[in-house]
């Protein structure tokens, strides 16, 4: 029977090079996904790292947190709030501008998403810079809501995301460096 760790679950992502723009070297999760034990596994092993964390909310991030984040919630027995990309929320938002490493971008959550206070897990399926997760954060802030964790599946150790972050505990379970 195989023991599915972290460096188990790595070799079922596939790198693709050059996208979206040249230079990158995207880290496709797909492969992963497509596999049931793998990804089973690899929800598992995300569960384990926040299953005792003070949270009463998951904030997934669009779109592959919403795989991540909807199961957690689900697991956890809380509420899952989605972020979307500006335009696609149909009641009141409060938004946020952040830069991306080929762009910028804007994030929306509905303003009546998080009550004052309240601890919410920030999930998404990759930190690279930590940009988007920096801006879901201040979202989370913004609504008077406090950032209880960051959690993702992959990390790419190389761009240092997890230094942004450092106004909650982050949780990720495989990491790549550039030389992968």
Known sequence: MLEWTPQELKRRI????DFPVPGIRFRDITTLL?????????VDLMWAQVA???????LAIEARGYIFGSIIAY?????LIVVR????????TISTTYSLEYGSA?????????????PVLIVDDLLATGGTALAAAELVQAAWGRVAGF????????L???RRLQIAPVFSIIHFREDE
């Open 14 to 17: 596939r790198t693709v090079p």
């Open 52 to 58: 005792d964390l003070d949270f009463s909310k998951v």
């Open 106 to 118: 804007v994030l929306e959550v509905h303003q009546d998403g998080i009550a004052p206070g309240e």
């Open 160 to 162: 240092q995301g997890r």
């Open 34 to 42: 497509k596999d049931g034990p793998a990804f089973r596994a690899a």
């Open 85 to 92: 990309k500006k335009g696609k929320l149909p009641a009141e």
């Open 75 to 79: 697991r956890k027995g809380v509420g």
């Open 151 to 158: 959690l993702f599946l992959v990390e790419l150790d190389d």
